[in-house]
T-cell receptor, first 115, second 114 residues
Framework: AQSVTQLGSHVSVSEGALVLLRCNYSSSVPPYLFWYVQYPNQGLQLLLKYTTGATLVKGINGFEAEFKKSETSFHLTKPSAHMSDAAEYFCAVSDPLAAGNKLTFGGGTRVLVKP | EAGVVQSPRYKIIEKKQPVAFWCNPISGHNTLYWYRQNLGQGPELLIRYENEEAVDDSQLPKDRFSAERLKGVDSTLKIQPAELGDSAVYLC????????????FGQGTRLTVV
């Protein structure tokens, strides 16, 4: 079984400061890894994903994440926060060997951006 | 290209009443998912369809929940009777085909059972 742990249910950052959201996973096989963003009363939008290849993945809106197998981590970063980054962020994994790309999500981290 | 469309966006019902949610996936997407998102938590898969076949419904509470995907396109998720604990956001997602790594999500239906 797979599981995802997001450290910190709430993160507050100042505008222009670094955004760092932590994600650790547990999986019996190297998983596919995803970060989704959810704005209020909206569905989930894919920020970025890792399947194979380069472990540093760049996504939309200036976000990037690095897959570290030894640490079973996939932390999300953005060098400079913008007010529009205020949202909830979900890390998710799927088993590449299983049919159907079932996503297992973490509990989410809500980001507050202070002016 | 239109995204995944869900309706209604919001629904308030009394407990023990039935409720249904509708999802229209992205055109041409064979795989369709229903997820439930409880307040303050990440989404959890309820059921996955490949075309019109439900291939993973292990997390669907079958005593009160049912789903269908007629003709492998639109899908409905039904709860009968609803319980207070069913209050959540119900998300529909679709994917082009089995094995594709990206799922596209709709805006969800927020259900409140009173």
């Amino acid at each position: 079984a797979q599981s995802v742990t997001q450290l910190g249910s709430h993160v507050s950052v100042s505008e222009g400061a670094l955004v760092l959201l932590r994600c650790n996973y547990s999986s019996s096989v190297p998983p596919y890894l995803f970060w989704y963003v959810q704005y209020p009363n909206q569905g989930l939008q894919l920020l970025l994903k890792y399947t194979t290849g380069a472990t540093l993945v760049k996504g939309i809106n200036g976000f990037e994440a690095e897959f570290k197998k030894s640490e079973t981590s996939f932390h999300l970063t953005k060098p400079s926060a913008h007010m529009s980054d205020a949202a909830e962020y979900f890390c998710a994994v799927s088993d590449p060997l299983a049919a159907g790309n079932k996503l297992t999500f973490g509990g989410g981290t809500r980001v507050l951006v202070k002016p | 290209e239109a995204g995944v469309v869900q309706s209604p966006r919001y629904k308030i019902i009394e407990k023990k009443q039935p409720v249904a949610f509708w999802c229209n996936p992205i055109s041409g997407h064979n795989t369709l998912y229903w997820y439930r998102q409880n307040l303050g938590q990440g989404p959890e898969l309820l059921i996955r369809y490949e075309n019109e076949e439900a291939v993973d419904d292990s997390q669907l509470p079958k005593d009160r929940f049912s789903a269908e995907r007629l003709k492998g396109v639109d899908s409905t998720l039904k709860i009968q009777p609803a319980e207070l604990g069913d209050s959540a956001v119900y998300l529909c997602a679709s994917s082009p085909r089995t094995g594709n790594t990206e799922a596209f999500f709709g805006q969800g239906t927020r259900l409140t059972v009173v």
